[in-house]
């Protein structure tokens, strides 16, 4: 788990890359880059106020694999104090 300050979504990543997705800290942050096709997913799920789910990782990987959730809560007050 990692706390950040601000997440950046990357839209730019190809799909001959090799990655399903790719996460890396940048200052206090979070950067995911992602393919067109996921960012139009995570649009869309941001817009419905759905969880979304990217796996982050190389294709052929097995079992290395790293997940960026995004999840809707009931009570903001809970999860961020502050």
Known sequence: VTGASFVVFNGALKT???FLAKSSIVEDGLMVQITQE??????QAL???KDFKITCGKTDAEDLKEYVDICWVENEEKTNKG
Not at 38 to 43: A, D, F, H, I, K
């Open 16 to 18: 001959s890359s090799g």
């Open 38 to 43: 996921t960012m139009e997913s995570l649009r």
């Open 47 to 49: 817009r419905d106020k």
